[in-house]
């Protein structure tokens, strides 16, 4: 059987042609790879003086929140940051 060039589903034929597009620029997988971007973002955010912190709602406050933080154009950790901001200082007073 003779190797035709528009034969693009015999990869076998073609291991050794270069082939257009991007050449790969990271020698680690993709899963390592957003294993070191997470970790690198971790760091980033603790040099920041930022901790993370995990808890779960009801999905009724959840959706409020969802839609107070559209209405407000900013985020939800940054809502949900200034909420407590604001009812950890009044308690202060």
């Given at each position: 059987m003779a190797k035709e060039v528009s034969?693009?589903?015999t990869?076998?034929?073609?291991?050794?042609?270069?082939?257009?597009?991007?050449?790969?620029?990271?020698?680690?997988?993709r899963s390592v790879q957003v294993k070191?971007?997470?970790?690198?973002q971790v760091k980033r955010d603790k040099k920041?003086?930022?901790k993370r912190v995990e808890f779960k709602m009801h999905q009724s406050l959840f959706e409020k929140l969802d839609a107070m933080?559209?209405?407000?154009?900013?985020?939800?950790?940054e809502l949900i940051e200034s909420i407590l901001a604001d009812v950890l200082e009044s308690d202060e007073c």
């Open positions: 034969d693009v589903t990869i076998d034929l073609f291991s050794e042609e270069k082939r257009p597009g991007r050449p790969r620029t990271n020698p680690h997988s070191i971007n997470k970790r690198n920041r003086g930022l933080a559209q209405t407000q154009n900013v985020s939800r950790g």
